[in-house]
């Protein structure tokens, strides 16, 4: 079965901590992403990478960045958490191709104190 | 750009009722078109998908169309139940490795 696993179901941290996220697909597909979801908001892009430290911008990459050191596992950071980015986190993974799905982790749900 | 414009909810039915959840799209050449669904609690996981125009997709007893000539891709059930309750994205993939979201439509089913 495929499996997107994210590193945390809910995670409560203070203002201006550094704060990880870790995302783990066993699927060997090369794109990976990074959403955040907000009511009536949606799901807005933060980052995607389509390759073994290859990344590029989203939507909303502005106090985010991201890491891609091995193919599987795809991390976004939180330089220095604000209370604005208290929201829900989904990574998600998808082979190349139009047509092709994407399959989401359970979400991270993430509040800053 | 591509996008994706979703039927605003939330929506709360009855059950056995008639379900429509609304999606167009606009995008440059062929895209593919999805709808995800999102129970409480969970990711998302792909209820259905259409690749071409014309094409029908279904699963789990809803259908969505692919209909070029009025950009749409809309959702339909037959007959809900409670376990049908969750959020439903439309999602459209051109070209680039992006997927592009509605905004979500919450629908509750009630006894």
């Known amino acids: 079965d495929v499996k997107v696993t994210q590193s945390s179901r809910y995670l409560v941290k203070r203002t201006g901590e550094k704060v990880f996220l870790e995302c783990v697909q066993d699927?060997?597909?090369?794109?990976m992403f990074w959403y955040r979801q907000d009511p009536g908001l949606g799901l807005r892009l933060i980052y995607f990478?389509?390759?073994?430290?290859?990344?590029e911008k989203g939507d909303i990459p502005e106090g985010y960045s991201v890491s891609r050191e091995k193919k599987e596992r795809f991390s976004l950071i939180l330089e220095s958490a604000s209370t604005n980015q208290t929201s829900m986190y989904l990574c998600?993974?998808?082979?190349?191709?139009?047509?092709?799905?994407?399959?989401f982790g359970q979400g991270t749900r993430l509040t800053v104190v | 750009g591509d996008s994706v414009t979703q039927m605003e909810g939330p929506v709360t039915l009855s059950e056995e009722a008639f379900l429509t959840i609304n999606c167009t799209y606009t995008?440059?050449?062929?895209?593919?078109l999805f709808w995800y669904v999102q129970y409480p609690g969970e990711g998302l996981q792909l209820l259905l998908k259409?690749?071409?125009?014309?094409d029908k997709g279904s699963n789990k007893g809803f259908e969505a169309t692919y209909r070029k000539e009025t950009t749409s891709f809309h959702l339909e059930k037959g007959s809900v139940q409670v376990s049908d309750s969750a959020v439903y994205f439309c999602?459209?993939?051109?070209?680039?490795?992006?997927?592009?979201f509605g905004t979500g439509t919450s629908l509750t089913v009630i006894p």
């Open positions: 998600a993974s998808r082979p190349p191709g139009r047509s092709t799905e994407a399959f």
């Open positions: 995008a440059t050449g062929y895209p593919s």
């Open positions: 699927m060997d597909h090369e794109n």
């Open positions: 259409a690749t071409k125009a014309d």
């Open positions: 990478s389509y390759d073994v430290k290859m990344k």
């Open positions: 999602a459209l993939s051109g070209t680039g490795n992006q997927f592009y």
